[in-house]
């Protein structure tokens, strides 16, 4: 892999990856763990985020409180989140303080105190949490287009449900940890200012004799329907749209990224142009690619007035399907430039990097290089792109609307 | 200021700002336009707002659509803002690219084209984002804190009222324009892989003919009171707590800043573990310090359920007062070390650079390096601290809440 990417996968089944940043004093850690929400039990959802929050009240030597302030004399930037996939803990610090603080993660993945107090607080606040969308209808809206578009358990809430949460105990998040906090398929990513060699010692030492276990099997169930009304009283009508799209290890990947940049990249883009400036219908609308493992997915949001809703719902429909008649040179290059420049900005990013190769490993089974992906920007051409769109009309779409009337939905 | 910075102010009173980070490939520019929220005619409350979205509809020779995508076409990742004090355009790219949109930058201040359809346009996006407030309480708190807060005309809405907003024109936008957007006080800041004297050419060949007005006085008006509940119809209650503070010139500025770490920094600061953790009262809460210029303030947030939100309140009033006591060595330390961190972090972004050296000239009439920032917060000792808290008690609060039920306040 060079001088500035490095892969080991230790006989236990975690995987180690690693790039080197040269000039940077800083690095960052991404620690993927197999417990996202698509592997919570059918029965309690919402116990990866329970889990999540469990597991750091206390660790090893160490109770809740000394293990928050332990972290923090390090100086660390910490976030932990549950998503689809994974539960994912990141951290960001001095370079040096990243790796003291790896034995402490080794500590919280397999010697989680998980205790009783901390259990009935963690699960106070995810119900919480969880009441608090409520008040956050463009949130809400994400999470319930998310439920209408992918088959169960891919679209769930990783906030889990309140009947579940309600019935979760201290003896089922015990025995959950036990099941899905193990190395296999787990990803551990370090970027910035390191050393591979010690590195890989370090996380041998640490990790090296963490047991696997295999992961069970789950049922998939298509999503309830594909158009779902949430009625809620407001000025604002938000507006979600989904469809199903190829998967990042598809080789039109690239192809596909650029036409939704034009689509919605930058200011230029034909949604925020078209249906923001030039009609003032929305003050917010974009669309993006979004990936689970193996499939891929064009998302969309528009947030606009009750009054405009519907004209905001078909100006948007219009321009997904006003793809299909192909993009300009100009715009391509445009597309092509602002992917690039993405690129070279996430190069100088630790938590950027760190976030990146766990991703592409987990995606794609190994890292790209930035400079890989560069050139795979760079092989599109204009042919590519259109012929790409004349042959995969966007659709069948999800829709989901948060607001006080339903819209009339496209055919 | 060393081989790192670089400072110069023209004849005509723009500022120019640069810092060079060795290693990076991108650059980041800020710009700082004296046309804050602040200054807005008494009458005409988001006039800023409207112009910083009007004067990118088309500048120099370029129309609306043809500026869009040429600044899109050098791969820019763009803002723009209104703050109290301040426009703010941002960019940041590949270096050389933000660059070559410098004297684009000079045909959107100083030659915008202003048209009438893109008024309207601008006018009513304003319009709808104020109106989108209602679905954000959290936003709406933080909003009605600083008008509660500060005098008029700093606690004012940047987005406007929608009374002004809807009799504002084209002929006073146009006006306000040759008003506000004017050298005097501008700031222009880049940080990244730039040169300083190629830079410093450029910008005197774009801006060093750009003309002065001063600025007009405005008289303040002391805030309608001190506590304010908004009903709002919800499950949750958002509250908000703010008190005065020393500026960021007062010697004192890292003493306090510290101690407000200590209150609020990482996962272990108090308001975190106490409210949060140790009580489950609610699952957001924070306290921060919070600049104008000439004045400081801290601000606090917490958001809760209804029936939590008293103990919640009283609970966040209570750790207030009780950093009278005074901190350990031990949350000392552990706040240096965090605020080291962030201070280093900061120091591998450009963006962030370009920012942190435009606000500190504002502030201070000069950049900090990034050392005098570490020294400065290594010189606090333990009994700086707690003399500074024993002797500033925190208040008088200012309380604003957003829910269902107004609250009982503290004496």
Redesign the interface.
């Known amino acids: 892999m060079g001088e500035r990417y490095f892969q080991h996968m230790f006989a236990n089944g975690l995987t180690l990856l690693a790039e080197k940043m040269?000039?940077?004093?800083?690095a960052a850690m991404t620690f993927l763990v197999p417990a996202g929400a698509s592997t919570d039990p059918i029965d309690r959802c919402g116990s990866a985020t329970v889990l999540s929050d469990l597991v750091?009240?206390g660790a090893g030597e160490r109770d809740?409180?000394q293990l928050?302030?332990y972290?923090?004399?390090?100086?660390?930037?910490?976030s932990s989140s549950v998503g689809v996939h994974h539960t994912r803990f990141g951290s960001?610090?001095?370079a040096s303080?990243v790796i003291e603080a790896l034995p402490t993660y080794a500590d919280i993945v397999r010697r989680p105190r998980l205790p009783g107090d901390g259990f009935?607080?963690a699960r106070?606040?995810a119900l919480?949490?969880l009441?608090?969308i409520?008040?956050?209808?463009?949130q809400k809206l994400m999470i319930k287009l998310r439920e209408w578009h992918f088959p169960s358990p891919y679209g769930r809430n990783t906030m889990g449900k309140k009947e579940d949460l309600e019935k979760l105990t201290l003896e089922l998040c015990r025995a959950d940890w036990g099941q899905r906090y193990h190395s296999r398929d787990a990803i551990l990513a370090v970027a910035g200012n390191v050393n591979f060699r010690e590195l890989r010692e370090e996380i041998d030492r640490h990790f090296g004799t963490w047991n696997g276990h295999a992961a069970g099997e789950f049922k998939r169930m298509p999503p309830p329907g594909r158009f779902h009304h949430e009625a809620q009283k407001?000025?604002?009508t938000?507006i979600g749209i989904a469809y199903p799209s190829i998967p990042e290890t598809d080789p039109d990947y690239y192809t596909l990224r650029l036409a939704i940049e034009i689509l919605s990249?930058?200011?230029?883009g034909r949604l925020f142009?078209e249906v923001?400036?030039?009609?003032?219908l929305?003050?917010?609308v974009w669309a993006g690619y979004s990936s689970l493992k193996g499939s891929g997915s064009i998302f969309g949001y528009a947030?606009?007035?009750n009054d405009r809703a519907q004209a905001t719902l078909d100006c948007f429909i219009e321009e997904l399907h006003r793809l299909k008649k192909g993009v300009t040179e100009?715009e391509l290059?445009?597309a092509k430039?602002?992917l690039?420049?993405?690129t070279?900005?996430q190069?100088?990013?630790?938590s950027a990097r760190a976030g990146a190769i766990a991703h592409d490993f987990f995606m794609r089974g190994r890292i790209r290089t930035l400079d890989e992906i560069k050139e795979a920007i760079d092989s599109v051409t204009l042919e590519k792109v259109n012929g790409y769109l004349k042959a995969h009309e966007p659709g069948p779409f999800t829709i989901v609307t948060v607001g006080p009337k339903e819209l009339k939905l496209p055919l």
């Open positions: 040269p000039g940077m004093q800083s750091l009240r809740s409180r928050t302030d972290l923090d004399s390090l100086g660390l930037q910490r960001a610090a001095v303080k009935s607080a106070d606040l919480q949490a009441a608090g409520d008040d956050e209808p463009r407001s000025e604002q938000h990249g930058g200011m230029s142009t923001r400036e030039k009609r003032g929305c003050y917010s947030g606009t007035s100009a290059a445009r430039t602002g690039k420049a993405s070279i900005m190069g100088e990013s630790t």
